[in-house]
């Protein structure tokens, strides 16, 4: 019996998460309430209070379903490739991953465009700006290292490149999310890469 409630007490979590994605999605977080989100997943705002411990705690919760570019980018799946194709992949990687995921996208869209980092979501935003610059140094290192494997000299500082490829990274996946994925993330954003790094002096393979 124990084992069952707690499959159903999951799966109840799992609406109200699922419900909470759609009601922030259409309303934004500041004008949804709890109440909506019960509403929404058939629930009662009391099975909310019993899973989660404010608005703020659901919001987290929902983001943390989710795996963030930032932290695919840092993982290891890559790790053996020689330092620019890691690079490449990597990146190809997540863009890949978004572009048929509608879901993800729409959870995107609420944490860039409809939430405000402030009060207690403070360290939310702490947390993203930390998994951001992890990010950056990453490509900082590969990018150092693929200069000395290919002899290329930079004309300006890894970490200076590093930011700009963040920044095209980071500036893609804002563009897809705020056209609603009106371009092929996959397609555009590789292609948009591979530019900025030929532009580096990198010789590229196909």
Same mark, same amino acid.
């Given at each position: ?76 799946? $890559? ?37 405000? $980092? ?77 530019? $900025? ?10």
């Amino acid at each position: 019996m124990a084992r069952r409630t707690k499959a159903e007490a999951d799966e109840t979590r799992t609406k109200l998460l699922d419900a909470a994605e759609e009601v922030f999605f259409e309303k934004g977080v500041s004008r949804t309430s709890l109440g909506d989100i019960a509403l929404r997943a058939g629930a009662t705002r009391g099975a909310v209070y019993w899973h989660f411990k404010d608005k703020m705690d659901v919001f987290v919760s929902m983001l943390g379903r989710i795996c963030l570019p930032f932290d695919e980018i840092c993982d290891d799946r $890559y790790a053996e490739l020689p330092p620019l194709e890691r690079i490449r992949h990597s990146i190809q990687h997540v863009f890949e991953s978004l572009d048929e995921d509608v879901r993800r996208r729409k959870v995107f869209e609420t944490a860039l465009f409809k939430m405000e $980092y402030v009060g207690e979501l403070a360290d939310v935003r702490l947390q993203h700006v930390k998994n951001s610059s992890e990010a950056r140094e990453k490509f900082a290192r590969d990018l150092a290292a693929a200069a000395q494997a290919q002899s290329v000299q930079l004309q300006v500082l890894p970490e200076e490149a590093a930011l700009g490829l963040h920044s095209l990274f980071v500036g893609l996946i804002h563009g897809w999310t705020l056209t609603e994925g009106s371009f092929s993330l996959l397609k555009a954003g590789s292609m948009s890469v591979d530019v $900025y790094l030929s532009g580096l002096g990198f010789r590229l393979s196909l």
